[in-house]
């Protein structure tokens, strides 16, 4: 097992389980994987597929730091074309039970993480990431932020970019600050970003 430098990168669907528990098994059973595809395929600075979790797709990249700049525009890319995925799938499956409602159910939050300390390992064809800080990354899904749709950036991360002023790369919404309180992991702060005025 070797460390690297390495992003990490977590887009998750939100509204996920009640979408599976509440709406036709058919229908969910469609929507989610197109989903997670569209994720995938909208992927275009070079992340690599470590897992798909069920309702998130685990990216991650080694070695040099995409710029600031291009790293928003990635995540805005995800959350625009994810929008427009869901509403295809709402006129697609217009006569299924439910199927008007997709838009309003699921959403997508994306988080981001780095570490000079994770580990990949290979297992079978998949590049599993081990190390602490791959569970900040999940831990950070699981926060206090009262939005549901946003792009979560750790202060790890945001300090790798200090000659790079974020504010001039979000023009569209307030960036605010937060943070989670671990046991094992200590105080992990980080900056979000409200994704919903995009969709205005």
């Given at each position: 097992?070797q460390a ?5 990168c977590?887009?998750d669907?939100?509204?996920?389980t009640?979408f599976?528990s ?6 969910a059973s469609k929507?989610?994987p197109?989903l997670?595809?569209?994720i995938i395929?909208?992927n275009?600075i ?8 069920g ?17 928003i525009?990635?995540?805005?890319f ?6 427009k995925q869901l509403e295809?799938?709402k ?7 439910g199927?008007?409602?997709i ?5 997508l ?14 297992i ?12 900040t ?12 749709e946003?792009?979560l950036?750790s ?5 790798m970019y200090?000659s ?5 790369k979000v023009d569209?919404t307030?960036?605010k600050?937060?943070e ?6 200590g ?10 005025p995009?969709l205005?």
């Amino acid at each position: 097992m070797q460390a690297k430098s390495t992003i990490v990168c977590i887009p998750d669907i939100s509204g996920f389980t009640s979408f599976m528990s509440d709406f036709d098994f058919d229908l969910a059973s469609k929507v989610i994987p197109s989903l997670l595809n569209n994720i995938i395929y909208s992927n275009d600075i070079g992340f690599k597929v470590s897992e798909i979790e069920g309702d998130a797709v685990l990216f991650y990249r080694n070695g040099k730091l995409p710029k600031l700049g291009d790293l928003i525009a990635q995540c805005r890319f995800f959350y625009t074309e994810f929008y427009k995925q869901l509403e295809q799938l709402k006129i697609k499956y217009k006569g299924k039970k439910g199927a008007s409602k997709i838009p309003k159910v699921l959403g997508l939050k994306i988080i981001l993480h780095y570490s000079e300390e994770i580990g990949l390992v290979q297992i079978g064809k998949q590049i599993k990431l081990i190390g602490e800080d791959v569970i900040t990354t999940h831990r950070l899904l699981k926060n206090n932020i009262e939005i549901s749709e946003y792009i979560l950036i750790s202060d790890a991360l945001m300090d790798m970019y200090t000659s790079e002023s974020i504010d001039d790369k979000v023009d569209w919404t307030p960036i605010k600050k937060g943070e989670i309180q671990e046991e094992h992991l200590g105080k992990v702060g980080f900056t979000y970003i409200d994704l919903t005025p995009l969709l205005e």
